[in-house]
Each structure stands twice: as C-alpha cells, then as structure tokens.
C-alpha cells in the first residue's frame, strides 16, 4: 500500500549526494559507509507469506471502465491504461514469485556475512528518520514483523531523498542530468552495488523481497516532469503524475506489506486499491497545497524565456480544463480569493479524491494482519486533509488543512503488548474512517 507521505512531512536534512556525483564519475559514499557491499544470488526471493488466488479479473479497480474497457490499440493510451499495464506486471511478478514456491514461510532478512553490522546500522538510521519526519506512519511500522519494518523504512528513506532532489534545499542545483545519474545509482543497488548505507538498506530489501524496480523507475520521472512541467492541462495528465510521484509507493510497498493467507483478492485487485491510496493521497497533497504552489517558482532548464512567462514562474496542479468549466483560471488562483466558483470547484476535486480512498480502504484487510496499521494511518491521516480544507471553507489560499498526530496516537494497540503483537497472523484491531469513507 502506499505510504506517499512525501510532501505531509517536513524536509529531511540528509544529502543524496548527487550533487557531486559527477565530479566522480557517478560514484560517491557516505562518510559513514567507506565500503561497498555486494549482494549475490539476486534471484532468490523470500516472499515472506504473500499469498493471493489466482482468479481471473479483478475484484477492485481504480476506474472500472479501465479493466472492463480497455483502449483499442489504434486509440491513443490514457494514462490510466499506462499505469494499469504497470500494476499487471508488478501483479505478475509476484504471482510468478508464488507459483515457483510450493511452501512459503517468513525468514529473516538474509544479512551479508561480514557486514551485519553496517546493515544493521544503515536500517536503524533508516528507521529514526523515519520516525522524525512521519511519526504516525512509523508507530503503525512497529506493528509489522521486524523484516517487513526495516523494508519499509528503507523504502520510505529512498522516496523521501528522491523527493527531496526537486522539492528540498538543494533542488535549485539540481538538473535532469542530475536524475539521470541517480537513476543509474537506483540501477546499480538493484544489481547489488549500493553506494552509501541508505542504498545498502533498500539493496538488501530487494534482495529479499519480490520488488521490482519499474516503480522506482517511475518516480524519478515523476521527478523530471517536476522540473520541466508547471501545468496540467486535463486530469488524465494529472493522473499519471499522480502515479510517478506517488502511486509508486503502493507498487513498491505491496511485495513487502504481503497479503493475508486468507485474502480470496487477486493480486491485481491489491496492488490496484495500493494504488489508488498513493493517487488519493497526491490529490489531497496538491488541494492542501495551493497557496504553497502558487506562491513557487518555476524554472525548467533549457526552456525559453518566453515559456518562464508562459508559466508565470508559478506551478499550478489542478486540471485546466476543469477548472476553466468551473469559470476560473490561473489568475483566479493567484488572487488566492475564495469564490463560490472555488469553493464549487473544491467540492467535485475532494469528491473525486475520496473516490480513490474508497477504492483504496477496499484493499487494506487484503494486507497481512501486521501490515495494516501504516496502511490506515496514512489513509486516515489524509482523510481528514479534506475534511479540514472543508473546515476552512474552501480556504486552501492562506489556510494549511493540518491534522494533529494525537488524533491517531490512541489508535494504536500497544506493539509491546500482545494485542500488539508484530505478526502476520494477530487479529489486529482495524480502525474505520467515519463519514466519507
């Protein structure tokens, strides 16, 4: 399931690096991981209890006119139709992983002998940074087995440094050459060759998990339309970025998070409702985020002037056809005055967000029982974004739609407890989100 919450938190302070990659040839490591560690037999997977039936069709979709009707091959694709060919490789993927294992069972991470100690360390630090910057999300992380823990704090610290190549302190120095080098950083931990201890961390994650490396893949693109795009002409443009920036995370989370042994969910019809929680979740991002946006410059390289004065220097994520059949344009935007125009065009945007969080709550009892927490906690969490940017009136100009952490602390079993109890198979508590969804 996703666990987007890239842009809920405050920028992490740690350095990708990348900046000096190229004064060394692409290759650079952390003063705290002077060594590299290399990783054989890639090809063997533990599948940590992930089951699914192999049904045919899906029981859930994002939109159900994209499973039952899918584009003609002399029609143009959609990005809907894009990303959906995603979640049916990653799907198979894992199917495959499933059929070649006549028993699966959990074992531990398979630590390299000789470096126990920088991979312990590097998922520790994995860890703390992930509970500074999302407490919430890191509570829920408690409950799961240890193995799948450390594979999504690896996970999350990889996203949020990704993340923080165009949106953190550094990104005005940052170029596509810059995402190219780290995406052939991403190519080389997947093969094995970690660069530092954060890439050391995710290394060994998909060494032990069946996770692919196309979503990855996808968010730095996700990146690159950051820094070359600041305006959506329709949903469908939306949707895709949506899917780079964050729809990903659900696709990568999936193979670790497992399904329940009982879930009777194609694997499709999961990794679809995880993929809906990383759209719902961007959505909201971008309705809170308004004011913030507005107020951003944006500077694509190799772009003509005329094209900065085209965008006015500021990025506007809602959908211009939208909101040109709402009465309203960018300058309406900029004015940062709440109309009933606005307020009429917020309603069918939040609408629309908590279409994907229906679809995506549909999926999370189909996770394994320990894996469900962070799940709800970032569902939640989101959940009542909107409800706070309806609170405000509409008013996302000058007001931040925030959710105190507090509301969702009681929420949680003890994990030292043995209602608490880490593990694949504990009847867990399941909050429900009231209202809406």
Not at 46 to 58: I, R, T
Not at 198 to 214: E, G, M, R, W
Not at 257 to 267: D, H, L, V
Not at 278 to 288: D, F, P, S, V
Request: with cysteine; glycine share 4%.
């Amino acid at each position: 399931m996703a666990v987007a919450l890239l842009h809920f938190v405050m920028p992490v302070d740690f350095s990708t690096n990348i900046c000096s990659l190229e004064a060394t040839g692409g290759r650079t490591l952390a003063p705290r991981s002077d060594c590299r560690v290399r990783y054989r037999n890639r090809n063997r997977w533990s599948l940590y209890s992930l089951f699914s039936e192999p049904e045919k069709g899906s029981k859930f979709s994002i939109y159900s006119s994209l499973v039952a009707n899918p584009v003609p091959e002399a029609a143009a694709i959609s990005s809907e139709q894009k990303v959906y060919d995603v979640v049916l490789k990653q799907a198979a993927l894992v199917e495959r992983q499933l059929s070649n294992k006549s028993t699966l069972e959990v074992k531990p991470v398979a630590f390299v002998p000789g470096a126990n100690f920088l991979l312990k360390e590097a998922y520790d630090r994995c860890g703390e940074i992930c509970a500074e910057y999302a407490k919430t999300f890191y509570l829920g992380t408690l409950l799961m087995t240890p193995e799948r823990r450390r594979a999504i704090w690896a996970i999350y610290v990889w996203c949020r440094r990704t993340d923080e190549l165009v949106d953190g302190p550094n990104a005005s120095h940052i170029t596509p050459s810059a995402l190219e080098r780290w995406q052939a950083r991403l190519e080389d931990l997947f093969a094995g060759t970690p660069y530092d201890m954060f890439d050391a961390a995710l290394s060994d994650t998909v060494a032990n998990f069946p996770v692919d490396i196309q979503p990855f893949k996808d968010m730095v693109e996700g990146m690159r339309m950051d820094l070359t795009k600041c305006r959506y002409n329709n949903f469908d443009e939306l949707y895709l970025y949506c899917y780079y920036v964050a729809g990903t995370v659900g696709l990568m989370s999936v193979p670790v998070m497992g399904i329940a042994p009982e879930s009777r969910a194609t694997t499709e019809s999961v990794y679809n409702a995880a993929l809906a929680l990383g759209i719902a979740n961007q959505l909201t991002n971008i309705l809170r985020d308004v004011g913030e946006d507005k107020s951003r410059a944006f500077a694509p390289f190799g772009f003509a002037d005329v094209f900065l004065l085209q965008c006015k220097k500021r990025k506007v994520y809602l959908p211009q056809d939208e909101l040109a059949q709402a009465g309203l344009s960018d300058e309406d935007i900029f004015s940062g005055k709440v109309t009933d125009k606005w307020r009429h065009f917020m309603k069918n945007q939040i609408k629309r967000a908590r279409m994907f969080f229906q679809e995506a709550e549909r999926g999370v009892d189909e996770l394994s029982q320990a894996s469900r927490w962070p799940v709800w906690a970032s569902l939640l969490l989101y959940g009542q974004i909107l409800d706070e940017i309806e609170a405000n009136d509409y008013d996302n100009f000058t007001k931040r739609a925030y959710v105190h952490e507090y509301h969702f602390l009681a929420l949680y079993p003890d994990p030292k407890s043995n209602s608490g109890k880490a593990t694949d198979h504990a009847p867990l508590a399941t909050p429900r989100r009231h209202g809406q969804i």
